[in-house]
Structures are given as C-alpha cells and as structure tokens.
Nanobody
Framework: QVQLVESGGGSVQPGGSLRLSCAASGFTFGFRAMSWFRQAPGKEREGVAAISSGGAKTWYVDSVKGRFTISRDNAKNMVYLQMNSLAPEDTAIYHC??????????????WGQGTQVTVSS
C-alpha cells in the first residue's frame, strides 16, 4: 500500500523558515521523481518543487526560486522541502507526490494528505 506522509507544517511569521518532510512507503522510492505541490483556499493546486529519482535534476516554480530547496534521501525514503523567507502568499496546504517529474500535477499518481503551512504576522 502506497503511503506518503507529510510533516513539518505549522504557523510562522513572514521571513521565517520551515522544513517539510515526506515519508514514503509501498513503492520503489528510488525509481520515482518526487514533488511538492500546494493549494491555497480558492486557488488551483500549484507545483512548487520537484526532484528527479536520483536527485540530479530539480524544478521550481518561479515564485519560490532562491527561497525553497527540495532534497531527497533515497536510503531513508524521504523527501524534504526547506522553505526560507516565507511570505503570506506561501500559505497553503502542501502535498507530497510521487511520479515522473516536472511540475505538472498530471505527472504524479501518488499523493499525500498534506500539511498546513500558515504565514502571518
């Protein structure tokens, strides 16, 4: 049974940092690209960052470049999203996903339940 379990969300002030984690099980982790998507109330799901199966290639949406970093540990079946310089517009539910790569949601067939990130003063 495939499971993707996110953790690390919470509330933070603008300019702060959070590190999201996603624990994967039930599939061959090292064969799948991994990604983080987010969805804010009333908005469509947006691909934030993705990383290839071996970690050599990464993708970022323009709005987070230079602030967010995606990484993975294939030995631990974990993927991470380090988020720095957070802004109110980063407020959303963040979902971990496994698939074939890139930032298009249709490329991903396994999804986690999400973790809430709230940025406010």
């Amino acid at each position: 049974q495939v499971q993707l379990v996110e953790s690390g969300g919470g509330s933070v002030q603008p300019g702060g940092s959070l590190r999201l984690s996603c624990a994967a099980s039930g599939f061959t982790f090292g064969f799948r690209a991994m990604s983080w998507f987010r969805q804010a109330p009333g908005k469509e799901r947006e691909g934030v960052a993705a990383i290839s199966s071996g970690g050599a290639k990464t993708w970022y949406v323009d709005s987070v470049k230079g602030r967010f970093t995606i990484s993975r540990d294939n030995a631990k079946n974990m993927v991470y999203l380090q988020m720095n310089s957070l802004a109110p517009e980063d407020t959303a539910i963040y979902h971990c996903a496994a698939g074939s790569g890139g930032l298009y949601y249709g490329a991903y067939n396994y999804w986690g339940q999400g973790t809430q990130v709230t940025v406010s003063s």
